[in-house]
C-alpha cells in the first residue's frame, strides 16, 4: 500500500468514527423528554421544543408535571385563556360542561385526561369527536402564530384543576 492510501483510509476510519457518536444540538428534543401523542390514535406529535420558552413550560416538558397546579396567578391567568380562546361556549364557565364534556374529572372521556400530559395532548391536538386543535399553529393551519403557547395550555390546566382538588394530575 503506498503512503497516500494509508493516510486516506486512516481518515474515513477516523470521519467513521465521528460519525457514530450522538448527535448534539440540533434543537431537537433530548432523549429524556417527554413523548407526545395524539388523543386521535396514539400516534407520535412532534412539538417543537423551543415553543417550551418559561420555566414551567421546560419543567413540562422535562418530566410532564404542570407546577402550575395549585398556583393563584397560574388559575387567575387560565381562566382569562380559558374564555379567550372560547373553551367557555363549549365547556361552560366553570368548565362543568355544555355541549361539550365537563372538564372536572376524575372521569373524563379520554382517561389520559386525568393525567396534565394526557390532557395537554388533547388540548393541543384536539380530538376526532368535535373538539378542534388548540396549538400554536394547528388551531388555524392558515395562520402559523395562531394558537395556544404550551406555557398557556398549562395555566387553562390549572384552572381546569382548581375545580377538584382531589385531582392534580400529576399524580
Ligand atoms: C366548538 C366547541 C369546543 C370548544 C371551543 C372547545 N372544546 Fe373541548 N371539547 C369539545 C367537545 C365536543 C369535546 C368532546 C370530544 C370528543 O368526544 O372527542 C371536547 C373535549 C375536550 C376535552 C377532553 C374531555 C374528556 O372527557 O376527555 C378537553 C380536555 C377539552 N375539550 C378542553 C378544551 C379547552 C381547554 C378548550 C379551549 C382552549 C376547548 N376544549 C374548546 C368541544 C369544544
Redesign the pocket.
Known sequence: MNRQLILLSALTLTLLASCSGKPSGDGSASADSVKFVTTQDGSAMEIKSELFDTPAAKEFLATGKNTYIGNADAVTAGKK??QM???T???GGDAGGQ?????HGPD???AK?ATNKG?FE??WHG??????A?GKGLMDPSDPSNG?MPDE?LK?QAW?RSHNEKLTGNE
Open positions: 385563556l380559558f380562546y372560547s373553551c361556549q363549549c365547556h355541549t361539550g364534556p365537563s372538564l373524563f372521556k379520554y385526561d390532557m388533547t388540548i380530538t376526532n369527536g368535535g373538539m378542534g388548540k395556544l395550555v387553562i381546569v
